[in-house]
């Protein structure tokens, strides 16, 4: 059983920047992801990195956010710039195995909230 445990949220005005961070409990070869979801909406996908480091995002996302790893620290990162209200949400990390059936693990999630 994999644990996650977020952090780095917090209260930002619009356009400033804040940096996530997801810590797992044991050494990751797999997919990770950041996820988030926003008051009465459902979740949402932001952005993956494989264990390689090849990223993926969001199209809302795209050009402001940027997700990293540090495979030696077991963490993902989510670097968040030029933040809109609109982001606004709890942001969840997510470690996908490609098994038979596949496995999801989630941390509690750390909330972003964004003035404007």
């Known amino acids: 059983q994999v644990q996650l445990v977020e952090s780095g949220g917090g209260l930002v005005q619009a356009g400033g920047s804040l940096r996530l961070s997801c810590v797992a409990s044991e050494r990751i070869f797999s997919l990770m992801a950041w996820y988030r979801q926003a008051p009465g909406k459902q979740r949402e996908y932001i952005a993956t990195i494989t264990a390689g480091g090849t990223t993926n995002y969001a199209d809302s996302v795209k050009g402001r956010f940027t997700i990293s790893r540090d495979n030696a620290k077991n963490t993902v990162y989510l670097q968040m710039n030029n933040l809109k209200s609109e982001d606004t949400a709890v942001y969840y990390c997510?470690?996908?195995?490609?098994?038979?059936?596949?496995?999801?693990?989630w941390g509690k999630g750390t909330l972003v909230t964004v003035s404007s």
């Open positions: 997510n470690v996908h195995l490609f098994r038979i059936p596949p496995v999801d693990y």
